[in-house]
């Protein structure tokens, strides 16, 4: 018996490898991770947003705004320099400087420290005679960049700025000329009045102009303590005052952040056994329903019994889903090496909960398992269905109990959620092996991992003796599909 199962499950593990579909889905996910980074390096539009500034009051508040916008882009760099340090564990290369301290919130001198010290490019330098082996460090784009305003635009009267203006906002149609997106005027008479004009290319975004709004307001408020008599630096000093302000989060890797990181890996195993299991149990069903139509099956019994082609095709369409996930994994391997490490530091965080052989085992324990449920449903509609458009009219609706509650889950389990719809859907047993999987990362007790393996296993075997009965009663029957009350009554029939 034995035998004739592992023939016909290298059959259709043929059957199935030999279709193109099965190459293309195969290689599709591979090529469009390595065609990616490429693509995106000539698809990538900028998001630096230009700005152009306009003043007639002297220069002194242009150059402030310039300056602002200099120094929030280096806290930006600054920033993101601490967390690469962090990261990778680089703040023994001079633990004194701004980016090798994380608890606080960089205020405008720890900026200008780390500024006055040569930037990134001093601290990576630092960082590279301390540790030549550290990684690359990608400083974020700039937010902003200033650009110069033309002379049709500096030179403009006030009333006549935004006439001129009108072209490098909105360029003609067929224009190669990049349009700027913001234009602020400082009119003359600045600080006597506080007004100022700013001009957008569409909606303006908040962040920016609640920037321009408080540099501004500090300079009216420089100008209006002059007025009243307080010593210029006095007054230039008063806006300099402000909180050093201490920011105190769970450690790197904990709290919500923690169990987002560990379920990355369990969620990724959730999503490819839905997607693994609905490609291959499509090209399962493709070939019952062919082989019923062609009257390849009398051929197929004469030579082996139900049973046997049963457990074979289930045996070959696994095969199949593990093969895939297995060229998946190689290649993520792969491209582990192929950037010196880099993704396999990225992930490290993410294998934590899959790490012993226990969460291994549970995870191919359920992967087997929700192959198994969901591929004999498969089988059953292909033994029952005498052409695709049949199989479709079964085949939709199956997809639809399978994949809306595990989309919601996998939602639920991305938010940090834990309610009822997640614990349902654990003891449900056509949807416990997705939702013990995605649940893997954010911790699950042991007995839970017990009962619901000893009920999946359960539900498995009825599941094989109920659909099995249907699946041999339908293998030579003819007539039309069955109504759901007739397959109910396959079910009941003894073999």
């Given amino acids: 018996m034995m035998h004739h199962i592992l023939l016909v499950a290298g059959r259709e593990f043929r059957q199935i490898a030999a279709t193109r579909s099965f190459w293309v889905t195969l290689l599709i996910l591979p090529l469009a991770f390595a065609i990616g980074p490429i693509a995106s390096r000539f698809l990538d539009k900028s998001d630096t947003q230009r700005v152009m500034l306009i003043d007639r009051s002297g220069g002194a508040t242009a150059q402030a705004i310039a300056s602002r916008i200099e120094l929030d882009e280096q806290r930006r760099v600054l920033t993101q320099l601490s967390r690469f340090v962090e990261s990778n564990r680089l703040e023994a290369a001079d633990p004194s400087a701004p980016w ?27 960082i590279r005679a301390t540790d030549p082996k550290a990684p690359d460090f990608d400083a974020p784009d700039p937010a902003y960049s200033i650009v110069p305003a033309p002379a049709s635009v500096a030179a403009a009267p006030p009333e006549r700025i935004g006439e001129a203006l009108e072209p490098l906002l909105r360029p003609a149609a067929g224009s190669k000329a990049r349009p700027i997106d913001y234009a602020i005027y400082i009119p003359a008479d600045f600080g006597r009045s506080p007004d100022v004009r700013l001009w957008a290319n569409g909606a303006p975004s908040s962040a920016f102009v609640t920037m321009v709004q408080a540099l501004l307001g500090q300079e009216l408020k420089v100008r209006y303590l002059q007025a009243n008599g307080v010593a210029a630096p006095v007054a230039a000093a008063s806006t300099q005052i402000a909180p050093n302000i201490a920011v105190v989060v769970p450690p790197r890797g904990s709290g919500r952040e923690r169990v987002l990181i560990r379920s990355i890996l369990p969620l990724a195993c959730a999503y490819i056994l839905l997607m693994s299991l609905v490609l291959s149990g499509s090209w399962m069903l493709q070939g019952s329903v062919e082989e019923r139509s062609n009257k390849l099956i009398e051929t197929v019994l004469a030579c082996v019994s139900p049973n046997e082609l049963m457990y074979g095709k289930l045996i070959g369409t696994v095969g199949i889903g593990l093969s895939m996930v297995a060229t998946w994994a190689v290649c993520g391997i792969v491209a582990a090496f192929a950037t010196h490490g880099a993704i ?23 992967f087997v398992a929700g192959y198994l449920i969901v591929a004999m449903i498969f089988l059953v509609i292909g033994a029952v269905s005498d052409s695709m458009r049949d199989a479709q009219g079964y085949l939709t609706p199956v997809l639809l109990v399978v994949m809306i509650p595990v989309t919601l889950l996998v939602q639920a389990v991305l938010r940090g959620a834990s309610g009822p719809l997640v614990e349902l859907l654990t003891w449900i047993p056509i949807w416990t092996p997705f939702a013990v999987l995605a649940r893997l990362g954010s911790g699950m007790p042991l007995w839970q991992i017990w009962a619901t393996g000893a009920l999946t296993a359960a539900f498995i075997v009825v599941e094989v003796v109920l659909l099995g009965r249907i699946f041999r009663a339908s293998l030579l029957a003819s007539g039309g599909r069955p109504n759901f009350g007739a397959l109910l009554g396959l079910m009941r029939r003894a073999a």
């Fill in 100 to 126: 090798a301290r994380h608890d606080r919130w960089y205020s405008d001198a720890d900026v200008a420290r780390f500024v006055a010290a040569g930037g990134a490019k001093a601290a990576l330098a630092r």
């Fill in 344 to 366: 396999a530091e990225m992930i490290r965080p993410a294998l934590e909960p899959v790490s012993s052989f226990g969460a291994i085992a549970t995870i191919l324990y359920f």
